[in-house]
């Protein structure tokens, strides 16, 4: 059997994870089609190229169907319960930036802070007659960042996409989302808390604590952390 | 094992029903909003929602207290006690070794005119029922805490505020740093009481919170940064009722030192009395009964006076096997306006099990 590698199947974050392995002396390439979720490694012996969607890679490590790969840790960390007895972090690759931050209306100029998003929630609740609504994809990272926080009166709303809008909507008063420059936030009339993120993502390396590994796989692994300088 | 679990849950629910309890049966599939709205986001880390296609969001029975009271008060409203057992549901994400799928006992009291005998009730009777099994107990009273808030020589706004975080120590423990002036204004804040127009920087108004309520806000805020800070002096009141930490009899000595400064407390702690009387009566050892003035203070928010629990010495690693309280104030807001008194408890049988079982 091989190692299987997993990387995202499209855009930057394939291209970029491309360059840096090959930038380490092992060459990364699509094979077959344009359309053909297929790839190939050289410069390295025993290891497969699994071509997956950057959200799946956490559910395929965490099953140990891959031995290594490739996402975000925001995902890692929204994904996985007790992530870090999963999945160990190899290296940061150093691309992907971006944080997870919880935005308000620039209007806001009374909300600066958690402690004041807790005060705003709390009369939002008592005039409205419903918890102030924050919308995100991230519930897990959020919502304990909030409790931690000390926020009350909230409640998360789901919004897969387009998160940003959902104020001017008039669907939540509030977001957390993951931005890199910040440049579509004001576009929407938000602004970041003047707080800690709620994480500080970027594209990193991870291990699969869980797959089983032959004592040749083990070599092979070995192998290829050892060629990428880990 | 299951079997054996519902056995024993049958077998704890038939004492309850024999001593004059009614046997209560409601849903698994429970309509989420009526959750939520009482217990706030918290709880979707620790229930299972799901949904429906036409009743919209449906919980997983995280407890039976929210069922049992919304039965209660569509009842006659008559003195009544309940028993039941059956299946709950709580995530685990902290504790992943955890069970998820748990069966629960219960017992509830409702509309005993007499706090302090119905209080002792509950606790003698799960106590009584726990016996053989040799557990440490653990009690405290949320309505010390709320007593202790009402009465702070501070403003309303700064009551309002502390009150509403009595459930998360952390935030309050800030909060009272905050108003005592030992917290640092953060410069956001600041710059914010020093502009005299702050709204003309404010830019497009977007959102469902207008302008008005945020100008609300800031004169809230002015008004506060007005007050004079709370005195190091109640600070530290505040610290020692929160530290209180010793067997009923002494506990309530120390308080009631403690009161002689915080005569806010008197009320609350009259109770307090009434019920360790209570208690000595109902056979309650109580001379040696621990009590914590800071226990219950993390659990859901919904017991606000009398607060226990029960606990393995020999196993640590396990969740409390009974745990119980008053929650009035629930009732309160279930009740649409009326408020019966309502006090009870569950008991997990699989940790019965786990210990020994009972004979």
């Given at each position: 059997m091989t190692i299987k590698l997993g990387v995202p199947s499209k855009g930057r974050l394939m291209e970029k994870t491309f360059d840096w392995f090959g930038a380490r002396g092992v060459t990364l390439t699509r094979t077959g089609s344009e359309r053909e979720y297929a790839g190939a490694v050289d410069g390295v012996d025993g290891v497969d190229l699994v071509l997956l969607s950057a959200g799946e890679i956490p559910r395929e490590l965490a099953a140990g169907r891959i031995h290594l790969g490739v996402t975000g840790n925001d995902l890692i960390q929204e994904k996985l319960v007790q992530w870090d007895q999963k999945v160990e972090p190899l290296a940061r690759l150093g691309f992907g930036h971006a944080n997870l931050i919880v935005a308000v209306p620039q209007c806001w100029i009374d909300v600066d802070t958690l402690d004041d998003l807790d005060g705003a929630a709390a009369a939002f609740r008592a005039r409205?007659?419903?918890?102030?609504?924050?919308?995100?994809?991230?519930?897990?990272?959020?919502?304990?960042?909030?409790?931690?926080?000390?926020?009350?009166?909230?409640?998360?709303?789901?919004?897969?996409?387009?998160?940003?809008?959902?104020?001017?909507?008039?669907?939540?008063?509030?977001?957390?989302?993951?931005?890199?420059?910040?440049?579509?936030?004001?576009?929407?009339?938000?602004?970041?808390?003047?707080?800690?993120?709620?994480?500080?993502?970027?594209?990193?390396?991870?291990?699969?604590r869980r797959a089983e590994v032959t004592d040749q796989e083990w070599a092979d692994l070995r192998a290829l952390i050892e060629r990428l300088g880990l | 094992m299951k079997s054996r679990v519902r056995i024993e849950a049958e077998s704890i629910c038939d004492g309850?029903?024999?001593?004059?309890?009614?046997?209560?049966?409601?849903?698994?599939?429970?309509?989420?909003?009526?959750?939520?709205?009482?217990?706030?986001?918290?709880?979707?880390?620790?229930?299972?929602?799901?949904?429906?296609?036409?009743?919209?969001?449906?919980?997983?029975?995280?407890?039976?207290t929210v069922p049992v009271v919304q039965y209660h008060m569509a009842g006659d409203g008559l003195p009544a006690s309940y028993t039941y057992f059956g299946e709950v549901f709580r995530k685990q994400e902290d504790h992943p070794d955890r069970r998820s799928e748990y069966m629960q006992v219960g017992y509830e009291e409702f509309g005993g005119a007499n706090a302090a005998a119905a209080d002792a009730d509950v606790f003698g009777r799960f106590s009584d029922v726990l016996a053989p099994l040799g557990l440490r107990a653990a009690t405290g009273d949320i309505g010390i805490l709320i007593a202790m808030v009402r009465g702070l020589a501070t403003t309303e706004d700064r009551r309002a505020a502390l009150m509403r975080h009595i459930w998360r120590p952390a935030r309050f423990t800030a909060l009272v740093k905050r108003f005592a002036g030992l917290a640092p204004v953060p410069p956001s804040r600041a710059a914010l009481l020093a502009s005299e127009t702050p709204l003309q920087d404010a830019?497009?108004?977007?959102?469902?919170?207008?302008?008005?309520?945020?100008?609300?806000?800031?004169?809230?805020?002015?008004?506060?940064?007005?007050?004079?800070?709370?005195?190091?002096?109640?600070?530290?009141?505040?610290?020692?009722?929160?530290?209180?930490?010793?067997?009923?009899?002494?506990?309530?000595?120390?308080?009631?030192?403690?009161?002689?400064?915080?005569?806010?407390?008197?009320?609350?702690?009259?109770?307090?009395?009434?019920r360790c009387e209570a208690m000595a009566r109902r056979g309650v050892d109580v001379d040696s009964l621990p009590f914590e003035a800071s226990y219950g203070r993390t659990s859901m928010e919904y017991y606000d006076g009398f607060?226990?629990?029960f606990y393995s010495e020999a196993r640590p690693d396990l969740p409390p096997v009974a745990t119980g309280g008053r929650y009035d104030a629930l009732t309160r807001r279930l009740g649409q306006g009326r408020e019966i008194p309502a006090v009870g408890g569950v008991i997990r049988p699989d940790l019965v099990l786990d210990l020994g079982g009972l004979p």
């Open positions: 409205h007659g419903f918890r102030m609504r924050i919308a995100t994809k991230y519930h897990r990272l959020v919502r304990d960042y909030l409790r931690r926080g000390g926020v009350a009166d909230y409640q998360l709303v789901d919004s897969q996409g387009a998160t940003e809008g959902t104020v001017k909507n008039l669907t939540a008063e509030a977001i957390a989302d993951i931005t890199s420059t910040g440049e579509t936030l004001r576009a929407n009339h938000l602004k970041i808390l003047d707080e800690p993120p709620v994480l500080e993502s970027q594209a990193t390396l991870f291990r699969s | 309850f029903v024999a001593a004059g309890a009614a046997r209560f049966e409601t849903d698994i599939l429970l309509q989420a909003e009526v959750l939520l709205d009482l217990y706030g986001e918290d709880i979707r880390a620790r229930a299972y929602v799901t949904t429906d296609p036409e009743r919209g969001e449906m919980m997983l029975r995280p407890d039976f830019g497009v108004m977007i959102g469902l919170r207008s302008e008005r309520e945020i100008e609300t806000r800031i004169d809230a805020l002015r008004a506060d940064a007005a007050e004079p800070p709370m005195s190091a002096e109640i600070v530290d009141l505040i610290a020692a009722v929160l530290s209180v930490s010793e067997t009923c009899p002494n506990a309530l000595e120390h308080l009631r030192d403690i009161a002689v400064d915080m005569p806010g407390l008197l009320p609350a702690l009259d109770r307090f009395e009434a607060v226990f629990g």
